[in-house]
């Protein structure tokens, strides 16, 4: 216990030593010329950031100094590194993404702010208790944290509540209800270029007067205690993705980042001081210019409404100046086509809470529809199909629709997600504005995703081509040259095998299960969903165990099968979706027939610090989604940059991962966009596969059946009826080609030369995928500003 608290000790010594060694430089490199260029503001309501110090030491290129140092101490770097918790504020793919720019946005030399909530409490920590997913509060700050510095002289104000009036002097939103937003700032450090940024995170305070109306005793307690009311906002993180829930809270949440942020960016806009230069500005019409505002999906659309009060109500400019500030500021990115996944926020929850922001949005809406109603006379239909405001029993805000309106480019996160957008989901936005819509296909930051999580292929990379590929990853292409170097061929093997032992040996640790490290790690890791499909992945363990079951002779390619991820707590089909996944490994892993050809794993708690060790470890990623279902997907960037080969449909970036790779060089399978239109039109019938197909047959009558669940026969009949009769992800007609697929990844992983030759061909077509590329066309394509990878000397450099 003393020797854990000793290491907690020196772990916040250290990150608070190297945090103020990065906000002693930060952003003073941009100082000389940022009066001149603009600043761009990613307001994002999730930030996944996983652990810190690593990564710091990493892209401060102190990892050798830091581990000479501790080993001097008589520590373990790795220990110490395990104490740290994970910043896991955020649910999945676009919050992780979130991190992953503001690592490239520094090292890329931009002048970049990330915005979002401090939440108290981040995404669950996920348990397995009989095989059911039970959750636990993440309590992460119990113990503080040592990356961040509060900065209490940047404190705003935010309304809500109230009412609005309309007099001589402009309009007037009064008798509203204050809460405080206390930021704290985080350094995010560039990659050895002496740059760094913030990320800024609001966190919820009540004022001191918050409900003080009387001074009696019973009324003094119970204001006090109605403290908590205000600061609620920033306590927990919604635990869903990729579904909207409508609560007041949450929309509290939303505004509160923006109307905190907003009032920052009009504060550093306004008065600002490089070096000894201070710009003083009180006209707003520049602040396009110097100011660019990304809008991570529609969480913080209300930005645009916010924007206009403050230009209309506090800057009174005229409505056509205002909107003109407003588009060019603000840029919007989808991040999803289902439909339950689109925000539309009741009329009358944004009239009681922000009521001033509705009449804004009203007035939005009224001008866009006489515009449209100008271009498209008598189209009546057109108009309600554009409309901000959807009318029905309820009457709700489309943020999309919003956000699109009240930008001036708006794009999709993977070129067949873009193009899927353009074609249905906002058809008739493209056709009007056709130069809003833009592609910008996600990447990941190759510091984290390479170098730090797997530094034995990091090396074996570098001795071929060099360190230089880590800031350009297009480098990885003359990787080709050496795809039948017989040393290289070896080298990245057995990094692969070296990085299997090591993840072996953690799950006996953890699952108490006997693994066999030379099976084929076949992973599946990401957030429980009914598109991400992974009853797709049960259905073929489930042949796989039968087959092996009918011919035990037979030489199997043995596979350790490992699915991970989290299911929102509402989410009913998701939990029984882990549940069937525990109750078929617990049929597999006690089969002595089967013995070690076949196992399977859930991973509990799937996070950032789990992915930095799984996904080293991996043989085979499944990537196998509904086709135009997954907007883009980063997992599978990370795999194939970490040496997995990809079984997968046509959905997201898997398209430009094959072309990138060669098509040949990945496991593609399924229908496409096309076909799964088509059958959209002519009907999909799960009960005709069923009744085809004697493999599928079996295994759903061993689901219906209790053969998975002796105790509880009937306990999967949700799932069963489901995919029966319900399936909008059409599980069953990918069924067949999915199984065929399979079939010749085992065959090829028989191979182990030609396997390996495959992955190289795979690393070498990262290039596309390095969350640099993302943003650098980011920079140029919306926020018109130039990206660097020109290392700054710092102040006190000797070289300078």
């Keep these: 216990m003393y020797f854990t608290g000793g290491l907690s000790l020196l772990l916040e010594s250290f990150s608070i030593k190297l945090s103020l060694l990065l906000l002693k430089y930060e952003n003073w490199v941009l100082f000389p010329t940022l009066a001149k260029s603009t600043r761009v503001y990613y307001l994002s309501l999730e930030f996944y950031m996983g652990r810190t110090l690593q990564n710091t030491m990493v892209n401060l290129a102190l990892e050798n100094a830091c581990d000479e140092a501790t080993y001097q101490l008589g520590l373990d770097m790795e220990e110490l590194q395990d104490i740290e918790e994970d910043a896991g504020l955020g649910n999945g793919g676009l919050g992780r993404l979130a991190a992953c720019f503001l690592d490239s946005m520094a090292s890329l030399g931009l002048a970049a702010y990330g915005y979002g909530i401090r939440y108290e409490f981040g995404i669950f920590n996920q348990k397995i208790v009989n095989g059911w997913q039970v959750e636990e509060a993440d309590d992460w700050l119990r113990y503080g944290n040592p990356w961040e510095k509060a900065r209490p002289e940047y404190m705003r104000p935010v309304h809500f509540y109230g009412r609005v009036e309309h007099t001589a002097e402009g309009v007037k939103w009064v008798d509203t209800q204050v809460v405080l937003a206390l930021p704290y700032d985080t350094p995010v450090p560039g990659y050895r270029n002496n740059v760094v940024n913030t990320m800024r995170l609001w966190s919820a305070k009540a004022p001191c007067d918050f409900n003080l109306k009387d001074f009696n005793v019973g009324g003094y307690i119970q204001a006090v205690l109605d403290r908590n009311v205000a600061e609620n906002i920033s306590r927990v993180l919604y635990p869903n993705d990729n579904f909207f829930e409508g609560k007041e809270l949450r929309l509290k949440q939303e505004y509160f980042v923006v109307a905190a942020t907003l009032q920052d960016i009009v ?39 916010e924007l206009m009060r403050i230009l209309l109500d506090t800057e009174h400019q005229t409505w056509e100046k205002a909107w003109d500030i407003c588009t060019r ?22 009239q009681n809470l922000l009521p001033r922001h509705l009449e804004i949005i009203y007035e939005i809406n009224r001008r866009h529809l006489e515009r449209i109603a100008k271009l498209y006379p008598g189209d009546h239909d057109r108009l309600r199909r554009m409309s901000l405001v959807e009318e029905g029993d309820q009457k709700k805000i489309n943020m999309a629709h919003l956000c699109i309106v009240g930008s001036h480019a708006v794009n999709g996160v993977a070129r067949i997600h873009s193009d899927i957008l353009k074609a249905t989901l906002f058809k008739d936005f493209y056709e009007v504005d056709p130069h809003k819509f ?128 989290k299911a929102a707590p509402g989410y009913h089909t998701a939990k029984l979706i882990i ?87 990945l496991f593609i399978f399924g229908m496409r966009v096309d076909d799964v239109d088509a059958m959209d039109k002519s009907g999909y019938d799960a009960m ?59 065959a090829l992983y028989k191979n182990p030369k030609e396997w390996t030759k495959m992955v190289i061909h795979n690393i070498a077509g990262c290039g596309k995928f390095s969350s640099d590329r993302t943003i650098s066309q980011y920079a140029r394509e919306i926020w018109g500003m130039e990206p660097s990878l020109e290392r700054i000397p710092a102040p006190d450099d000797p070289r300078q």
């Design 438 to 565: 833009q592609n910008k296909t996600n990447g990941i930051t190759p510091r984290r995703w390479l170098v730090m999580c797997n530094p034995g292929l990091a090396e074996v990379i570098a001795e071929r081509i060099g360190e230089d590929y880590i800031r350009d990853l297009d480098q990885l292409k003359k990787l080709l040259t050496f795809v039948d170097d017989d040393s290289l061929i070896h080298d990245i093997a057995k990094v692969k095998q070296e990085n299997k032992l090591k993840f072996s040996a953690y799950l006996e640790e953890h699952y108490k299960v006997k693994i066999n490290p030379n099976s084929m790690f076949d992973v599946q890791v990401k957030r429980i969903h009914e598109y991400k499909r992974q009853l797709l992945n049960c259905l073929h363990i489930i042949t796989l165990y039968n087959r092996i079951k009918k011919e035990p002779n037979k030489n199997w390619t043995p596979r350790t099968i490992m699915i991970g991820g």
């Design 267 to 305: 504060r550093r806009f306004k008065s600002s001081k490089f070096g000894s230069t201070e710009v003083v500005r009180v006209d707003l019409s520049t602040l396009p210019d110097k100011v660019a505002i990304q809008l991570n999906d529609t969480h913080p659309a209300m930005a645009i409404p």
């Design 329 to 350: 500021t603000c840029a919007y990115t989808n991040h999803t086509v289902l439909p339950e996944a689109l925000e539309r926020w009741p009329t009358d929850l944004l």
């Design 688 to 746: 005709d596969y069923y009744n085809r197909i004697p493999e599928l047959k079996q295994a759903m009558d061993q689901i219906a059946g209790g053969f998975f669940s002796p105790d509880q026969h009937d306990l999967f009949k949700d799932i069963v009826n489901m995919l029966l009769h319900h399936d909008r992800f059409k599980v069953f007609a990918d069924y067949e080609a999915y199984i065929k697929c399979q079939e010749k990844v085992s």
């Design 579 to 665: 549940r069937l996944i525990t109750a078929i490994g617990e049929i597999v892993n006690h089969d002595t027939v089967v013995g070690d050809r076949l196992k399977v794993i859930f991973l509990e708690n799937y996070k950032v610090t789990l992915a930095e060790k799984i996904i080293p470890a991996s043989d085979l990623s499944e990537q196998i989604s509904t086709a135009g279902t997954e907007a883009s997907g980063t997992g599978n960037m990370k795999f194939m940059l970490n040496g997995a080969l990809t079984i997968g449909t046509m959905d997201g970036a898997n398209v430009e991962m094959a072309e990138e790779a060669g098509e040949e060089n």
